[in-house]
């Protein structure tokens, strides 16, 4: 099993920042992607950013330019950089990744409990 436990949530005023962390932990073997995703109250959960092994990243339109995701591979972490924060980003944002557990070739899905981020305006 894996486990993954958000931090870093808040409240801030429209145009400051706040950076989200993700840690990782449990049985693993291999983490693929990572990711961070995002629910409004009274809104279906929405795709944030996502990060590869390797890399390389993919943004909602909603948030690109000003969000940067990031991860420590080593230590099995992933972080959201959020800056310019519009009221709009207020969700709670949820931490995702596909892991393997083990040395069969198979990945699971996991997500973490959420941190709640508010922006005032």
């Known amino acids: 099993q894996v486990q993954l436990v958000e931090s870093g949530g808040g409240l801030v005023q429209a145009g400051g920042s706040l950076r989200l962390s993700c840690a990782a932990s449990?049985?693993?073997?291999?983490?693929?992607?990572m990711g961070w995703y995002r629910q409004a109250p009274g809104k279906q959960r929405e795709l944030v950013a996502t990060?590869?092994?390797?890399?390389?990243?993919k943004y909602s339109d909603s948030v690109k330019g000003r969000f940067t995701i990031s991860r420590d591979n080593a230590k099995n972490m992933v972080y959201l950089q959020m800056n310019s924060l519009k009221p709009e980003d207020t969700a709670v944002y949820y931490c995702?990744?596909?892991?393997?557990?083990?040395?069969?070739?198979?990945?699971?899905?996991?997500w973490g409990q959420g941190t709640q981020v508010t922006v005032s305006s």
């Open positions: 995702n990744s596909d892991a393997r557990t083990s040395f069969r070739p198979v990945y699971y899905n996991y």
């Open positions: 449990g049985t693993i073997f291999n983490i693929n992607a």
């Open positions: 990060i590869t092994s390797g890399g390389g990243t």
